[in-house]
């Protein structure tokens, strides 16, 4: 069974910096693209970054310059490590897996629970 | 950058009649590999997104069949054959045509 585990998530003030996790399990992590999406309360979704497996990185231009995706296929772990927060960073932020697989489907279909990031003075 | 318009952004809807969502895009989602990626989910409060649909009609594992997709180029359709209480929640279309990704603004299905 397919799972995923965000953590990481506070109460920050703008300016500070968090690095959230997602730990995986149920397939073999190094093989997938993985994502970070968020949604801010009340809000829709928002696509923050994608990893490949050949660890290419794609940013939203919100978060360019200022949040990094790196994985640890040696842990099957997901991080975004989250720099110089602002308030209109606060979120839920899940992660998610990619589709995969034999043809190379991209469209997230495994999905966390989420974490929550709050950015306030 | 790609950009996907929804609409309706609200729709009320009736127990067993259909329904449908568009979501068009200001550019062609068509792959380097020749597919096209746009996909449909949909979020009931309190819970994460639910992938149903992806490359434009596909169905994802476990999603009743009432659930479809059509559309080609930059025009794209969800249909819910007969809806069911349990449909009710926020539908967003999602392209993944570029490795910068994007969501369309979401439409609230209301019984």
């Known amino acids: 069974e397919v799972q995923l585990l965000e953590s990481g998530g506070d109460f920050v003030q703008p300016g500070e910096s968090l690095r959230l996790s997602c730990a995986a399990s149920g397939f073999t992590f190094s093989n997938y693209v993985m994502n970070w999406v968020r949604q801010a309360p009340g809000k829709g979704l928002e696509w923050v970054a994608t990893i490949s497996s050949a660890f290419h990185t794609y940013y939203a231009d919100s978060v360019k310059g200022r949040f990094t995706i790196s994985r640890d296929n040696s842990q099957n772990t997901l991080f975004l490590q989250m720099n110089s927060l602002r308030a209109e960073d606060t979120a839920l932020y899940f992660c998610?897996?990619?589709?995969?697989?034999?043809?190379?489907?991209?469209?997230?279909?495994?999905w966390g629970q989420g974490t929550l990031v709050t950015v306030s003075s | 950058d790609i950009v996907l318009t929804q609409t309706p952004l609200s729709s009320p809807v009736t127990l067993g009649q259909p329904a449908s969502i568009s979501c068009r895009s200001s550019q062609s989602l068509i792959h380097t590999d020749g597919n096209t990626y746009l996909s449909w989910f949909q979020q009931r409060p309190g819970q994460p997104p639910r992938l149903l649909i992806y490359?434009?009609?596909n169905r994802f594992s476990g999603v009743p069949d009432r659930f479809s997709g059509s559309g080609a180029g930059t025009e794209f359709t969800l249909t819910i054959n007969r809806v069911e209480a349990e449909d009710v929640g926020v539908y967003y279309c999602m392209h993944t045509a570029r490795m910068y990704r994007s969501f369309g603004q979401g439409t609230k299905l209301e019984i």
């Open positions: 998610a897996k990619d589709i995969g697989g034999p043809a190379g489907d991209l469209a997230p279909d495994y």
């Open positions: 490359k434009i009609s």
